[in-house]
């Protein structure tokens, strides 16, 4: 089956870019989805890409899928100290169900 | 538009114990969807609702877990009797049909097993 991995942590200065990688090993999975929890919250979407894709941008937030690599990043430009979450990737395990499967999380602080 | 509920927030009990927790979905949602996050290790799938009927259970961990979904609407998530190791955080996620489109999650319950 599908397994999604990241790396725990990450640490920027305000204003600059942050990059979270995330590395997935079923090809066929056929959307890969970024979801932000902050402190005390649900998990909210932040934004996704479908597989034939491999980059989408949305204001601050650029993902780029990399099918061959099997590899997503989400780029946040102009880091603001609100950013400051945890950031889980998750893919579509389209097999019978439309199960997510998640990655860890990656948690963001923000220095001011 | 009210989002997925769930209930209790926090939940505290001893092993051995029963708990029962709620999931509102969004109304009108079919799908209907369980998490579980263990000890800030990955979110993994527990079992998928369309409406009353259960989709897919593979996640279930074992069969001190019982969950339903009467009537389509509500879902509850049983743990009978509870052990140490299912202590973690329970999301639901509702969904308005099966495809890609996005899972909306609730704030999850934090279970605690002493």
């Known amino acids: 089956g599908e397994d999604v991995e990241q790396s725990l942590f990450l640490s920027v200065r305000e204003g600059d870019s942050s990059v979270i990688n995330c590395t997935y090993t079923?090809?066929?999975?056929?959307?890969l989805y970024w979801y932000k929890q902050e402190p005390g919250a649900g998990l909210q979407l932040l934004t996704y890409?479908?597989?034939?894709?491999d980059m989408k941008q949305d204001q601050r937030l650029t993902v780029l899928l990399n099918k061959k690599d099997k590899h997503l990043s989400l780029r946040i430009a102009d880091t603001q100290t609100g950013d400051s979450a945890i950031y889980f990737c998750?893919?579509?395990?389209?097999?019978?169900?439309?199960?997510?499967?998640f990655g860890t999380g990656t948690r963001l602080k923000v220095l001011a | 538009e009210a989002g997925v509920t769930q209930f209790p927030s926090h939940s505290v009990i001893e092993k051995g114990q029963t708990v029962t927790l709620r999931c509102d979905p969004i109304s009108g949602h079919d799908n209907l969807y369980w998490y579980r996050r263990v000890m800030g290790k990955e979110i993994k799938f527990l079992l998928h609702?369309?409406?009353?009927?259960?989709?897919?259970e593979s996640g279930m961990p074992n069969n001190r877990f019982l969950a339903e979904r009467t009537g389509g609407t509500y879902s509850t998530l049983k743990v009978q009797p509870a052990e140490l190791e299912d202590s973690g955080v329970y999301f639901c996620?509702?969904?308005?049909?099966?495809?890609?489109?996005?899972?909306?999650f609730g704030p999850g319950t934090r279970l605690t097993v002493l």
């Open positions: 996620a509702s969904s308005q049909d099966g495809n890609y489109n996005e899972q909306f």
């Open positions: 079923d090809s066929s999975s056929t959307y």
């Open positions: 609702f369309v409406k009353e009927s259960k989709q897919d």
């Open positions: 998750a893919a579509l395990e389209g097999s019978g169900t439309y199960k997510y499967i």
């Open positions: 890409i479908f597989s034939n894709m």
